[in-house]
Nanobody, 125 residues
């Protein structure tokens, strides 16, 4: 069973950058597609980005495409989300998630098998 722990959140100004990390325990981390979601207060959890087990397939939501980059280091059991040109509307709790297979990551949060505890990102204008 993979357990996930996020880190790297914080309070930044609009236009700044942050890199979130998601560390996984267990040997199976590298065998699954992984993803990031965000949840702003009073809203449902929504898809941000995903990456296949071998980093060959990456997907982004329209709201972050061109500003965020997802990548992973399987030898370190870690996935990252590099966030550039942050905007106040990016303010949310960010969660990493383990998918159910190696390549295709379902962006519907109902199909996520394992969640991290979340890390808060706050962007001031």
């Amino acid at each position: 069973q993979v357990q996930l722990v996020e880190s790297g959140g914080g309070v930044v100004q609009a236009g700044d950058s942050l890199t979130l990390s998601c560390s996984g325990s267990g040997r199976s981390f590298s065998s699954y597609a992984m993803g990031w979601f965000l949840q702003a207060p009073g809203t449902q959890r929504e898809f941000v980005a995903s990456i296949s087990w071998d980093s060959a397939v990456k997907r982004y939501s329209d709201s972050v495409k061109g500003r965020f980059t997802i990548f992973r280091e399987n030898d370190k059991n870690t996935m990252y989300l590099r966030m550039d040109n942050l905007k106040p509307e990016d303010t949310a709790v960010y969660y990493c998630a383990k998918g159910s297979n190696m390549v295709h990551f379902n962006p519907d949060p109902r199909y996520v098998e394992t969640w991290g505890q979340g890390t808060q990102v706050a962007v001031s204008s």
